[in-house]
């Protein structure tokens, strides 16, 4: 056992290692800066009539709509983050998920902007009630993260014992696991959903949205990783009030989880939700070990 546990150590310190994550950072940057010319000479091309689609495309019909395309970008590489975060801590982790989920939220706001109707009742428009919720949200999300962020760097870093230093190698073996299964699912969810529109095209199927296209899935296999992990510490550590937060931060991405399912106010709730949850469980768990 000891062999893998160091043979997992050595992987996760070659792929994950500043060099690489220097090198991710700086492709992501210039993928951003592509994505998002790209994503404008197309709204323009179709604005002037070069070409037409067969399907709807809200994004592609106003200029504010290409910044889109670098947030998903961006996304990815946290995403990519979350997996060389993984190891480190719980609380790290899903402090990781809440920046996630909170730049999903503003990347939705840029693809609802063409959306927007100014000369109706601003309450009795969907798209209207549904920006101003998104902007009431974030800011709220905003400030809980800062909390959350602010409690966590409260905690203590004490040094690994033996014991630690396993369960530490044992979750680097699950973002081992998860990095590639982060790169079929992304490729699986983009292929999904370019096909959706030719079959949309032909059949008027309805269309999968947008901006759960991919998340849904992640999300999915990342609760079951939490919960892989969750089951390892019980066999490194017997402390409750560990054990209770560390359960606690698996609810909080069911609960983003459950968001993908749902729009309007009821999305904003669930995700606010997850987030005061966290904090209240890390404010609860520090209170614990103070006593």
Known sequence: MKNWLTFFDH???IIFSDKNQKSIERATLWLSIVGFITHLILIYAKKFGWFYTFFEASLLDDPIS?????FSII??????LLIVYLPRSFTTAVSKQFEIISLILIRRIFGDIPKIELDVNWLENTANKQLIFDLSGILIIYFLIYLFNKHRN???KTELSERLKRFVSSKRAVSLVLLPVLIF???YSISFWITSLFSFSEIGT???DINSVFYNEFFTILILADVFILLLSFQYTERYSQLIRNTGFVICTILIRLS????????ILLILSSVVFGLLILR???KMEVN
């Open 11 to 13: 992987t996760f310190e």
């Open 66 to 70: 290409a910044i889109y395309t670098p």
């Open 75 to 80: 996304l990815v590489y946290e995403i990519y």
């Open 154 to 156: 409260k905690i203590s």
């Open 185 to 187: 699912t992304s490729i």
């Open 206 to 208: 309805p269309l999968p």
């Open 260 to 267: 993908f399912a749902t729009s309007g106010l009821t999305n």
């Open 284 to 286: 609860i768990y520090q």
